[in-house]
């Protein structure tokens, strides 16, 4: 066993079912329709940050922070955009996913995951419009409440189903193609916002707040069509003949009674308990999946991301670029988002998610030092950057932006789905849900200020988190890949750490 290793032995990686039958077209289509659920968020995520270095949406919002960007020389370049009423627009977003979260995880758990993408896409419908028709500062922050309430639904469901509904030696991919989507949706709304930040009239941050109704309509409408899972017809008392059926369909093979027996199980230790949530809380036999529930969406916000992701164009307007230069820079930092996002996606079952998580981490590490570095000597309150310092600047997010994109992008999302076992699955989605939603709210609201004050010490801020995530993956995560998702369990007794922390229960909890 290495330093800080797995501690699974290699039977248990290839312990699939068979060979896990075809990658189905059924399948495919249905996991692309829930994908839209990811492509909201990132959309939502872009669309802020372009839409709020508008001139035009400034003036008419926040006429306050649009005077000191035209040259009140008394204000320092790092804090242009401190204004706790423009980081209100972006993080109300996520304090209603957070409240959502807490009822979407009963939703999701009780009902199934097809009803709360229903509700989701419902609710991105609505704020879409109300967004788009925005007059006044309270119409604005609603379109994004509801917006968020969507997202408590969506990014509560949608991973669990990709997870469900994916092969267990492909489910990395599968799952990964959630974070995918979210880097499909961000890359569009840079492109778009590039492109509505040319309309006459000043109302193109109409356009790009309405058009999150285009992903929203599809979730809403291909869900109504979307079977559940056989995870969750299970857990709801199906029939067992009508869910192998699905699973045949779903798997394309007729070799699904393993795999069914699995879940059937599962699925009786869940009826055998109750109050998932409590379990999860006070039961030492699942200690490390909250541990994991806690610590990766919380590792996953403060690499920094959304602090690039939402104020991207803001950070780049603070060195001195104009409006359409700095969207324009956003969208090629989308572009390398989304291709290393997909590159994820090939890499992930091969090589498995520790090593992707600790490549990442380390590239992220470096380009914020560099980026911190760079700001540090060449930005002060006053003036710009060069051109050429600007550029690499651009560089540097980039180089940052694809480590997050092939590491704690799509793996924050897929290896919380992974680790749970079903009886608690939903009520550990929600706690990974919650906690991300509480940190982001957290980064989107007070990142303006830290930068404000820190200038470009943040960078460094970052920086250090991303060294501590990175050891704490290297010596306490287990790796999962290759295991059936009923089976990933076995992992944690295994570990070198974690195996001391779930010994004293194991007789208790009637598993071996």
Known sequence: ????????????????????????????????????????????????GGV???????????????????????????????????????SSLYVAGLLTTFLASRVTSRRGRRPSMILGGAAFLAGAAIGGASVNIYMVILGRVLLGVGLGFANTAVPLYLSEMAPSRHR???????????????????????????????????????????PAGLLFVGALFLPETPNSLVQQGKDRQDVALLLRKIRGTDDVDRELDDIVAASDSASAASGGLRMLLTQRRYRPQLVMAVAIPFFQQVTGINAIAFYAPVLL?????????????????????????????????????????????????????????????????????SKAWAGVVIFLIAV??????????????????????????????????ATSFVFTVFVAQAFLAM????????????????AAMTAFVYFLLPETKGLPIEQ???????????????????????KL
């Open 1 to 48: 066993m290495a330093v800080g290793g797995v501690g699974v032995s290699d039977s248990h990686q290839d312990q699939s079912y068979g060979s896990g039958g075809r990658v189905t077209t059924f399948v495919v289509l249905s996991c692309i329709t829930a994908g839209m659920g990811g492509a909201i968020f990132g959309y939502d995520i872009g669309i802020a």
């Open 52 to 90: 709020s270095s508008m001139e035009p949406f400034l003036r008419k919002f926040f006429p306050e922070v649009y005077r000191r960007m035209k040259g009140d020389s008394r204000v320092s370049n790092y804090c242009k955009f401190d204004s706790q009423l423009l980081t209100a627009f972006t």
């Open 172 to 214: 990395g991919a599968f799952s990964n193609g959630f974070q995918f989507s979210v880097g499909i949706g961000a890359l569009a709304a840079n492109v778009i916002n590039f492109g509505t930040e040319k309309i006459k009239g000043g109302w193109g941050w109409r356009v790009s707040l309405a058009l999150a109704a285009v």
């Open 317 to 385: 307007r603070t060195i001195g670029m104009g409006e359409s230069a700095s969207l324009l820079s956003s969208v090629v930092t989308g572009v390398v988002g989304a291709a290393a996002t997909l590159l994820s996606m090939f890499l992930v079952d091969r090589f498995g998610r520790r090593t992707l998580f600790l490549a990442g981490g380390t590239q992220m590490l470096v380009s914020q030092v560099l980026i911190g570095g760079i700001l540090a000597a060449k930005l002060g309150d006053d003036g710009g950057v």
């Open 400 to 433: 940052y932006v694809a480590g997050f994109g092939w590491s704690w992008g799509p793996l924050g999302w897929l290896v919380p789905s992974e680790i749970f076992p079903l009886e608690v699955r939903s009520a550990g989605q929600g706690v990974t849900v």
């Open 451 to 466: 930068l404000c004050h820190m200038r470009a010490g943040i960078f460094f801020f970052f920086a250090a988190w991303l």
């Open 488 to 510: 990933v369990e076995k992992v944690w007794r295994e570990h070198w750490f974690w195996r001391r922390v779930v010994a004293e229960e194991e007789p208790a909890s009637g």
